[in-house]
């Protein structure tokens, strides 16, 4: 089976950091595009970082950029998320990706999920002091 498993949520203050781990099953990353996307209470879900398949390519959100970093190890066949300087509106539940390569360049696409074929079961990040 092709799985995709998170780890690394919890509770944080306002302005700590917390690192997110993706990690694949039954499939290699080596040729997936990684996204993370998350999910606040009561609201939709919203595209937060895209990987390309080389790690060449990033994108974020408007909201987390200069706070959070994505990077893959495809020797570890795991994607992360370094979320720094986290703020209460970061709470949600915190999902990994994985699709064809070619989508991070489409912003609007991805923060759709469009393209996305694995999906994780998400990890609860709450940021609250």
Do not use: H
């Not at 020797?75 to 064809?100: F, H, I, R, W």
């Amino acid at each position: 089976q092709l799985q995709l498993a998170e780890s690394g949520g919890g509770l944080v203050q306002p302005g700590k950091s917390l690192r997110l781990s993706c990690a694949a099953s039954g499939f290699t990353l080596d040729y997936y595009t990684i996204g993370w996307f998350r999910q606040a209470p009561g609201k939709e879900r919203e595209g937060v970082s895209c990987i390309s398949s080389s790690g060449g390519s990033t994108t974020y959100a408007d909201s987390v950029k200069g706070r959070f970093t994505i990077s893959r190890d495809n020797a570890k066949n795991t994607v992360y998320l370094q979320m720094n300087s986290l703020k209460p509106e970061d709470t949600a539940a915190y999902y990994c990706a994985a699709g064809k390569d070619g989508l991070c360049s489409r912003w609007n696409l991805f923060s759709l999920g469009y393209g996305m074929n694995y999906w994780g079961k998400g990890t609860l990040v709450t940021v609250s002091s």
